[in-house]
């Protein structure tokens, strides 16, 4: 079975300042891995997916994910962050052929003004 | 376009009594997911249904709850007798395929609190 470890349950961080957020995955076949984002009292929403190819994704808000299989890993990272940015995100993994997705515990991350 | 659209947003209840939550999924979508969101355990999948048929319900906690999809378009979640230790943010979600490919789309929430 697959799973997803996100160490880090707070990042505070200033605005403006880069930020990574990590996620580390474990599973003995090919994976998909998926960032989502909740802003308060909201649903989840999709961030970023790989699926394939490019190991290097990235979101139309300038966040970016890197897949890396050597160390499996999805850190999530972003150059220069913004207030409309304080969300709380999900690293979630999937297996081919099966739809279950497990999400990790989430990153709550706090830009400071 | 619609999202998913959750019914209610939130439901204060007693002890005992039944609790019904409801879900319409985005039109043209396949699959169905029910999810519950509480501190102390973070996301946790329930049961997910494809083309209306229940596929895993290993995450329901107990046979106090129970899951129904009479058509594509209409889900349920039922608690029956709720108790205190339900109470959390249950989450739908529904996706346009059936492969570990998709994406799902999250519904807004209904937040259950159970006296």
């Known amino acids: 079975a697959q799973s997803v470890t996100q160490l880090d349950s707070q990042v505070p961080v200033f605005e403006e300042a880069p930020v990574e957020l990590r996620c580390n995955y474990s599973s003995s076949v090919s994976v998909y891995l998926f960032w989502y984002v909740q802003y308060p009292n909201q649903g989840l929403q999709l961030l970023l997916k790989y699926l394939s190819g490019s190991t290097l994704v990235e979101s139309i808000n300038g966040f970016e994910a890197e897949f890396n299989k050597s160390q499996t890993s999805f850190h999530l990272r972003k150059p220069s962050v913004h207030i409309s940015d304080t969300a709380e995100y999900f690293c979630?993994?999937?297996?081919?052929?099966?739809?279950?997705?497990?999400f990790g515990t989430g990153t709550k991350l706090q830009v400071i003004p | 376009d619609a999202g998913v659209i959750q019914s209610p947003r939130h439901e204060v209840t007693e002890m005992g009594q039944e609790v019904t939550l409801r879900c319409k999924p985005i039109?043209?979508?396949?699959?169905l997911f029910w999810y519950r969101q509480t501190m102390m355990r973070g996301l946790e999948l329930l049961i997910y249904?494809?083309?209306?048929?229940?596929?895993?319900d290993s995450g329901m906690p107990e046979d106090r709850f129970s899951a129904k999809m009479p058509n594509a378009s209409f889900s349920t979640l039922k608690i029956q007798p709720s108790e205190p230790r339900d109470s959390a943010v249950y989450f739908c979600a529904s996706s346009p395929g059936t492969g570990a490919r998709e994406t799902q789309y999250f519904g807004p929430g209904t937040r259950l609190l159970v006296l």
């Open positions: 039109s043209g979508h396949n699959s």
């Open positions: 249904f494809n083309n209306n048929v229940p596929i895993d």
């Open positions: 979630a993994v999937s297996v081919g052929g099966y739809q279950k997705v497990t």
